[in-house]
C-alpha cells in the first residue's frame, strides 16, 4: 500500500512551505507558489526566456546538469507534464529515469517512502513528483536525504507549481510583462483544480490587476474571495473585457458525489463557444492545461482558433522546466535571492 500523507501533512504542508527555501532563500524544491516573492517567481521567467531561445535552436542542448540524475516519480497519469520534464531534463544533459509506479514494488505492498529510499540509494539528485494526495510532494521533501531536490508535478488538488509558471510565461510573452494592466478570467472546476489555485497565487504575487473565477456555485470552492478573486456564477458577465481566459478540465476522477448535472448542461452554461468568447476583449487569449475535452469546457473552433495558445503553453512549459531545475540543481552558482538586509542578518 502506498504511505498516503493524508490530511494532517496537507494541513503541515501549509505551514512549512519554507522548506522549499535553504538558508539563502534560493530554491531547494519546488512545491508550491505559496511563500514565493515576486523575485524567485520573476527569475525563473526570465531564465526560462533564455531557454526558450535555446529551444528554438536546431541543436536544442545545454551541459549545465550534465552528470545529474533526475527521476520521474509519477504515481498519476499525465502526457505533457511528464514528457516536458523529461525532455527539460534531456535539454539540460541529466540523465533521466522513467519510473512506471503502475509496473513498480509499490504495487507488491512496498510504501511509498520505501520505494524513495530505495531510489535514493541509486545517488539521484532530483525527484519529480505527481500523486493524487495534496501534501505528497511536501510529505516527500520532508523525508528525502538532504542533497536531493524535489518538484511538484501536481499533487491532488493542491498544487502546480510549473503548470502555473509555464501559464505565467505563456501571458508574459503574449500580453507583456505589466501584469498590473491584465484582467484574467478563470473558467469551470476550481473546486478540483491544482492549477487554478498555483494560478491564483502567481497571479497575486506578479500583481495581476484582476482575477475572476467562474462557474457553477458547486464547483467554486467556498472562501475563495479570501484569495484576493472575484467570483462569478455568470459566463458571459465573468469573461467580460478579459484579456486572458483559463479554461480548466471537469475533474471527474476526484469529484464525489453529483456536482454537475449534466456535460451538455455545463457546455450551455460554461463551456467557451466562439458566441461567449466575444464578451471577452477582441484580442483576448484563450489557454488551457490541458487535456482539453471538446465539446464539454471547449468548443473545437475556439480550441483551434486564433486566440488559443494551447499548444504554446506546452511548447513553454519545456523551458519553465529547464528553469527551474537548472535553478534547483545549480542553487550555488546563484546569487542570494533575499532582501540585503535579511541576507546580513
Ligand atoms: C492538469 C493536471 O494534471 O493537473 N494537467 C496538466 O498537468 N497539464 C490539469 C488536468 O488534468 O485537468
Known sequence: MVNKPGKASILAAQDDW??????????????????????????I???AESFANINEQSVKKVPLLRGKTIVNLFFEASTRTRTTFELAAKRLSADVLNINISTSATSKGETLLDTLRNIQAMQCDMF??????????????????????????????????????LDMFTIRRSKGHD?????????????????ARS??????TLNTGEVRVIGPKTLIPMGIENMGVTVYNDMAAGIKDADVVIMLRLQKERMQGALLPSEQEFYAMYGLSREKLRHAKADAIVMHPGPINRGVEIETAVADGPQSVILKQVTYGISIRMAVMSM??????????????????
Open 18 to 43: 519554507n522548506i522549499q527555501l535553504d538558508s539563502h532563500g534560493r530554491l531547494k524544491h519546488f512545491l508550491t507558489i505559496e511563500g514565493l516573492g515576486s523575485e524567485i517567481l520573476n527569475n
Open 45 to 47: 521567467l526570465d531564465t
Open 128 to 165: 519529480i513528483v505527481r500523486h493524487n494526495d495534496s501534501g505528497a510532494a511536501h510529505h516527500i521533501a520532508r523525508n528525502v536525504s538532504p542533497d536531493i531536490s524535489v518538484i511538484n508535478a501536481g499533487d491532488g488538488r493542491h498544487a502546480h507549481p510549473t503548470q502555473a509558471m
Open 179 to 195: 501584469f498590473g494592466k491584465l484582467r484574467v478570467a478563470i473558467v469551470g472546476d476550481l473546486m478540483h483544480s491544482r492549477v
Open 199 to 204: 494560478q491564483i497565487h502567481a497571479l497575486n
Open 328 to 345: 534547483v540543481l545549480g542553487r550555488e552558482a546563484q546569487s542570494d535571492s533575499r532582501p540585503a538586509d535579511e541576507a546580513k542578518a
